[in-house]
């Protein structure tokens, strides 16, 4: 199918009004004709075949993909999918269906039409399992009313769809959401800013490029720590990490009882540790 795509013609930008007459103008095939192209091209492998069953077809992938215009999205996009789409049941047809193509080839131009909006319809994926696709692309022909479903509307198209009252809630949120720039332009007339990197961060302590980087820092001290704890002898490793390592720190007194002497002795070493280990643990 790949040559017969390559000679297929393709919508762009500014030219969609051309294309729909182009493909209003090829002649729609007969059952009997399109019996013998599709043996052409499954006996013989006839790519040429396989390329007039799909233009003799364009014209209802166009009708189909305008049906979904209201998702924002280009309809030369969108009809671009359905024309993949209606290629790969071209392929898989089988003559034993005994029903014209289009009949066959309506699933799989929805198919790639719906997989196509639902990638582009957000930034982030609007739907993503069985039930959210199916009220993505019924609920709004489903609603009664403008604004927010009441919960006996709710309950209703749950029934109606086979989900959960609770998985409608949700894509009705998702829906009425909209894509918005984390870092807008600040507006000088506006007493507060909308730009959510404003208000999604309560302070420092929540702001999350701050808290990616103090998590680098503390990582490469615990690092250094390690490498430095290495360095020194038994007695002034232990002493650090009884003084400052351990979940119940050791006291002075403590710890010149277990070796035998004094407390400012102890204290002498643990200072000592302390700047063999500094090098290791500054972060420049």
Same mark, same amino acid.
């Given at each position: ?37 599709? $043996? ?32 924002? !999205? ?5 009809? $671009?999918?359905?024309?993949?789409? /209606? ?30 909006? /639902? ?109 430095? /704890?290495?360095? !020194? ?52």
């Amino acid at each position: 199918m790949t040559a017969a795509a390559n000679l297929m013609p393709v919508p762009s930008t500014g030219t969609l009004e051309g294309y729909l007459n182009m493909v209003h103008q090829i002649p729609v095939l007969s059952r009997e004709e399109e019996v013998d192209l599709f $043996q052409q091209y499954q006996l013989n492998d006839d790519l040429d075949a396989a390329r007039q069953l799909v233009m003799s077809n364009l014209r209802y992938v166009v009708y189909i993909a305008r049906s979904y215009s209201g998702y924002g !999205l280009p309809v030369e996009d969108l009809v $671009q999918q359905g024309s993949i789409g /209606l290629m790969k049941s071209v392929k898989r047809f089988d003559l034993e269906h005994n029903v014209r193509l289009i009949s066959f080839a309506v699933h799989w131009i929805k198919a790639e039409i719906h997989e196509y909006i /639902l990638k582009n319809w957000r930034i982030v994926k609007v739907a993503t399992t069985k039930a959210q696709r199916k009220l993505f692309y019924n609920l709004r022909k489903n609603k009664q009313r403008l604004g927010w479903l009441n919960q006996t509307e709710v309950e209703a198209v749950a029934d109606d769809l086979g989900v959960k009252p609770e998985d409608v809630v949700e894509m009705e949120s998702r829906l009425a959401g909209v894509d918005e720039s984390f870092d807008l332009p600040v507006d000088e007339s506006e007493e507060q800013t909308r730009s959510p990197s404003a208000w999604i961060s309560h302070g420092n302590d929540q702001n999350p490029e701050l808290l990616v980087e103090r998590e680098g820092i503390e990582h490469l001290q615990h690092d250094g720590l390690q490498q430095g /704890l290495e360095t !020194l002898d038994e007695r002034s490793r232990d002493i650090i990490q009884c003084r400052w390592l351990e979940d119940e720190k050791a006291g002075l007194k403590a710890l010149a009882e277990k070796y035998g002497i004094s407390m400012e002795r102890i204290r002498q070493i643990e200072f000592a540790a302390m700047g063999k280990l500094l090098p290791y643990v500054e972060v420049i």
